[in-house]
């Protein structure tokens, strides 16, 4: 089935998120009550919410984007490309301007998204934070009522799990497996807090942003047995 998509028609994309407050300290009483909540499963008894909330951007109710990235293939005869371009900036501004490059490009039935983990992640991140920031959901994002093969989603972890519901493999991971070649980055997700909040350095966030969005591209090529994009046929747009 793979084989049968025209390159084209799929968005190719990644988000940065960040705690919504740089500290633990900075929410008001009752969001500090909610995050202690919200995080007690995946904490033990021995790190408070506060040492935890460093990873409190991985929760669309507590952290913001900063950063989304998008990719897409630009087909002439046997000539590709693939231009990658990213919006930032207010979290408002950056979900209206992706919001519209769905309207204006990407709206139709036969268009995808595709992200790593993006099922699990990055298309329901980019939704609640949408509904949050009081914007109407493009109808790639919305979900309701539609049956499982009319989702309009890829994803490229999804598509290496075979079936596989345990099995989760990083981007970073199963670029290596497959050969291709790993771009020299600077930081990890891990580092995204610190690089906004402390470093103030969002052309780093924005440049590992859409490094990774090149890597899920690459990663796809593969799994279609394709060769992969040189470093001439990727454009910044």
Not at 28 to 51: G, M, V
Not at 87 to 96: D, T
Not at 103 to 111: A, C, L, N, R, Y
Request: hydrophobic content about 35%; some cysteine; proline content about 3%.
């Amino acid at each position: 089935m793979l084989y049968k998509l025209n390159l084209e028609h799929i968005l190719f994309l990644d988000i940065e998120t960040v705690p919504q407050k740089q500290h633990f300290s900075d929410l008001d009483e009752t969001s500090q009550t909610l995050w202690e909540q919200k995080s007690q499963y995946q904490r033990k008894d021995e790190i408070t919410a506060e040492d935890f909330y460093e990873r409190a951007g991985i929760w669309a109710e507590f952290g913001k984007i900063v950063c989304i990235s998008v990719g897409y293939f630009n087909m002439k005869g046997d000539q590709r490309n693939f231009r990658v371009t990213s919006f930032h900036g207010e979290e408002v501004h950056i979900l209206k301007q992706f919001k519209q490059l769905l309207k204006d490009h990407f709206s139709q039935t036969k268009h995808l998204l595709c992200a790593h983990n993006g099922k699990e992640f990055d298309f329901p991140y980019i939704a609640r934070r949408m509904v949050i920031n009081g914007l109407n959901l493009p109808y790639k994002l919305d979900l309701f009522g539609k049956k499982p093969w009319e989702v309009p989603h890829l994803d490229t972890m999804e598509l290496w799990k075979f079936g596989d519901f345990k099995h989760y493999t990083s981007l970073k991971l199963l670029a290596h497996v497959l050969g291709i070649p790993s771009p020299k980055e600077d930081m990890d997700g891990s580092m995204v807090k610190d690089v906004f909040y402390e470093e103030n350095d969002l052309d780093r966030i924005i440049t590992y942003c859409e490094l990774d969005v090149v890597t899920t591209a690459q990663v796809f090529l593969r799994m279609r047995n394709e060769e992969l994009l040189s470093y001439e046929e990727i454009k910044k747009v």
